[in-house]
């Protein structure tokens, strides 16, 4: 993986990476040779659709986008969240990201989901999955290496909603943890580091209401020739810190061990080369098929300060599929 984004890199050849969780199967092909019939894409604009998503006036107009979630319950939940919380009392980590898969029910196929969907990134695999991310992971251009890590999120019908979550001491504690991860994670592969912007806010339309959520941009410098060791920038910054924790390493151990499924594709890092930039995003809002059907997988970062029951329904919260 690393040596073939290096080769296609120095090489200036457009190509599209995806790269799973664990990476152990990551995909790394020329775009001359991403078929839009197996992947399809939409990252910020850069596209290979070349279809409408539905002929408008072609028939009666289509149900509203529905999903039924049929979540672990809490008390199951809560297992898990006082495993992490004892990891976190021990002093092993300071913040995990505590996920787990939600077995929904769906009116539109992953397919026609990707068609409603509106987000920063989006992306169909072979019928496989979907996602549909808020999340840049790494941008570079003219040798200026950007990140923007996403800590916090609150319903945006909460009253002064914004001040509630800027306010709120888990969600800055959680944020700052991030924040300073990811800026470490920076430095590993670029020079004079600084934090552009600190909390700023999105909001998110979903399938169901609106979302406020919280990032930061962090940025550095790598030269001219970042091109070369393209591999190696990103290959040392995974797995991507919003979407594990810190310290990095050990906290991959506690979530691979309270979890207790695979997260395959899902908080990987997906994005296109196209031979002078990079774009790139953390892979989540993500639908699955499954051989049990269709699974959506979400979750939250959980600290000392964390509630069971408030961290629980936020994983709820983030299931959903952003619209216009």
Known sequence: MRERMNRLGSKRIPFLFIIDFDMRRPVILPLAEVDPAEIRYDFNGRTNDTAPAFAAGSGAPMPALSIVPHPVSFD?????????????????????????????????????????????????????????????????????????????????????????????????????????????????????????????????????????????????????????????????????????????????????GVEGYERGYYTGVCGIFTGTTLDSCVMIRFIERTPAGLVFKSGGGVTVYSSARSEYNEMLEKVYVPTA
Not at 153 to 171: G, M, R, V
Not at 182 to 190: C, E, F, Q, T, Y
Request: charged residues 25%; proline residues 4%.
């Open 76 to 256: 199951a939940y809560r297992e898990k969240f006082d495993a992490v919380q004892r990891h976190l009392k021990d002093g092993e980590s300071y913040l995990v990201n505590l996920t787990q898969p939600t077995p929904i029910e769906m009116n539109r196929t992953l397919s026609g989901a990707y068609d409603l969907g509106n987000a920063k990134y989006k992306l169909l695999f072979r019928d496989t999955f979907v996602f549909f991310s808020p999340e840049i992971f790494v941008q570079i251009a003219d040798g200026r290496i950007t990140t923007n890590p996403m800590k916090g999120t609150i319903t945006a019908d909460h009253p002064n909603a914004e001040e509630e979550l800027l306010s709120d001491d888990k969600e800055s504690a959680e944020h700052l943890t991030v924040v300073d991860l990811l800026r470490n994670d920076l430095g590993i592969v670029a020079r004079h580091i600084t934090v552009e912007k600190y909390r700023y806010i999105d909001r998110i339309t979903t399938h169901r209401h609106e979302l406020l959520q919280m990032s930061s941009k962090i940025a550095g410098e790598v030269g001219s020739d970042w091109n070369e060791t393209l591999g190696d920038i990103i290959c040392s910054m995974l797995p991507a810190g919003s979407v594990t924790g810190a310290p990095k390493r050990k906290t991959v151990e506690i979530i691979r």
